[in-house]
T-cell receptor, first 115, second 112 residues
Framework: DAGVIQSPRHEVTEMGQEVTLRCKPI?????LFWYRQTMMRGLELLIY????????DSGMPEDRFSAKMPNASFSTLKIQPSEPRDSAVYFC?????????????FGSGTRLTVV | KQEVTQIPAALSVPEGENLVLNCSFT??????LQWFRQDPGKGLTSLLL?????REQTSGRLNASLDKSSGRSTLYIAASQPGDSATYLC???????????FGPGTSLSVIP
């Protein structure tokens, strides 16, 4: 298993541009999570999906952020328009649910820099 | 609202020492608790997962305990090594729908 795959690993963009981050969860995991990590705020849960359905998006900071999970093997996090304060490392994680809940597996993250 | 804290925020120890990292949570109604390690510039690696019905889990030199009633977990690292230097985060899962709250982490430095 290749684990949770995120792309790109690094993204540098100008303020105002649209940014799309991608995530492929572990096959068979039915929960997917997007986190943002900064020095100031630590790890923040942005949104999570269960069986491709958004369950809680209360962590999404503004309407500029949106996330989709069109199928069980792919999710995107979009920022439009991007701002310098969006600079952070964005992590995707997945886990399996059902009767027994296992732990999270994290991707390597996407380091976003908005200049 | 569940809050997770970790003490200390940073810790520096000489190689070979045994050490304990602490994690506290305000709502004892958790589903499970997980300890992670994060190396600088990298993602999180799962170390140990304790289900709510368990008291402890062990993996190699690591031992994690859970006391739900007091809202505490500890991560014990035996015979620390420089390679153990990293940030250690604990995370509690609130429900079976996998909402997880992370602590701020403890930055560990093991000095050769």
């Amino acid at each position: 298993d290749a684990g949770v795959i995120q792309s790109p690993r690094h993204e540098v963009t100008e303020m105002g541009q649209e940014v799309t981050l991608r995530c492929k969860p572990i096959s068979g995991h039915n929960s997917l999570f997007w986190y943002r990590q900064t020095m100031m705020r630590g790890l923040e849960l942005l949104i999570y999906f269960n069986n491709n359905v958004p369950i809680d998006d209360s962590g999404m900071p503004e309407d500029r952020f949106s996330a989709k999970m069109p199928n069980a093997s792919f999710s995107t996090l979009k920022i439009q328009p991007s701002e310098p304060r969006d600079s952070a490392v964005y992590f995707c994680a997945s886990s399996s649910g059902g009767g027994r809940i296992f732990g999270y597996t994290f991707g390597s993250g996407t380091r976003l820099t908005v200049v | 609202k569940q809050e997770v804290t970790q003490i200390p925020a940073a810790l520096s120890v000489p190689e070979g020492e045994n050490l304990v990292l602490n994690c506290s949570f305000t709502d004892s109604a958790i589903y499970n608790l997980q300890w992670f390690r994060q190396d600088p510039g990298k993602g999180l690696t799962s170390l140990l997962l304790i289900q709510s019905s368990q008291r402890e889990q062990t993996s190699g030199r690591l031992n994690a305990s859970l006391d739900k009633s007091s809202g505490r977990s500890t991560l014990y690292i035996a015979a620390s090594q420089p390679g153990d230097s990293a940030t250690y985060l604990c995370a509690v899962k609130k429900t079976s729908y996998d909402k997880v709250i992370f602590g701020p982490g403890t930055s560990l430095s093991v000095i050769p």
